[in-house]
Structures are given as structure tokens and as C-alpha cells.
Nanobody, 124 residues
Framework: VQLQAFGGGLVQAGGSLRLSCAAS????????MGWFRQAPGKERDFVAA????????FYADSVKGRFTISRENDKNTVYLQMNSLKSEDTAVYYC??????????????????WGQGTQVTVSS
């Protein structure tokens, strides 16, 4: 499956952004989906995951209560709504697909396909 993330940009602290990740090539509903982020000089960290039908989600503690992951299988798209953004949310955000459709994996190695990333910059 091919993934393309978009929707990043520059936003002030306290603001909101919605990232989208469009999938193509395989049946989207066969995959659980995740979002990760990578700040300069740091490892790529887990942000959020959602199972194949959207019935279960899981978040990193750092974003819980501020970010929401969702998906629309009929549009082959997963979203990450980011509210109350902080400067420490600045990173390149990546979407990823996991062939274990019920999974809510937090490890990078659990995911089979990756998008190209979209930059989110939060100014303080």
C-alpha cells in the first residue's frame, strides 16, 4: 500500500492542525494505521494508532487529550486532529500501515508501510 501524508504547516502554540494520510494500492480496511513523529536529532516516536474499523485507538501519553486519530475507510484516509499544539510537537509526522488489522502497535518495526512525512512546526 502507498501512503501519502499531508496537512502539515506552521501554526502558533495553542492552535490546531489536521493531518491526513491517503492510502492507495491495497484494501485500506485490511490495515491498522498509526502516526509517528520525528523531531530533529531524535528518534521516530509513536503518536497514535487506530485499528482497521476505527473501533479502538491508542495514544502516546504526550498527546493524549489533545490529539485524535480517526479514519474513513470509504475514503482510504486516516486523520490526526491536533489541538492545543505545543512547541514540543514540532516534528515531521509520518503515517504507517500495519497488516495486523486489529493491532494498536507502538513500535516502528510493527508497521509494514510508511508515508513520506509532513512537517509540523509550532511557534511559541
Amino acid at each position: 500500500v502507498q501512503l501519502q501524508a499531508f496537512g502539515g504547516g506552521l501554526v502558533q502554540a495553542g492552535g490546531s492542525l489536521r493531518l491526513s494520510c491517503a492510502a492507495s494500492g491495497r484494501t485500506f480496511s485490511n490495515y491498522a494505521m498509526g502516526w509517528f513523529r520525528q523531531a530533529p536529532g531524535k528518534e521516530r516516536d509513536f503518536v497514535a494508532a487506530i485499528n482497521w474499523n476505527g473501533g479502538s485507538t491508542f495514544y502516546a501519553d504526550s498527546v493524549k487529550g489533545r490529539f485524535t486519530i480517526s479514519r474513513e475507510n470509504d475514503k482510504n484516509t486516516v486523520y490526526l486532529q491536533m489541538n492545543s499544539l505545543k512547541s514540543e510537537d514540532t516534528a515531521v509526522y509520518y503515517c504507517a500501515a500495519d497488516r495486523s488489522r486489529w493491532s494498536l502497535a507502538v513500535g516502528r518495526s510493527e508497521y509494514d508501510y510508511w508515508g513520506q512525512g509532513t512537517q509540523v512546526t509550532v511557534s511559541s
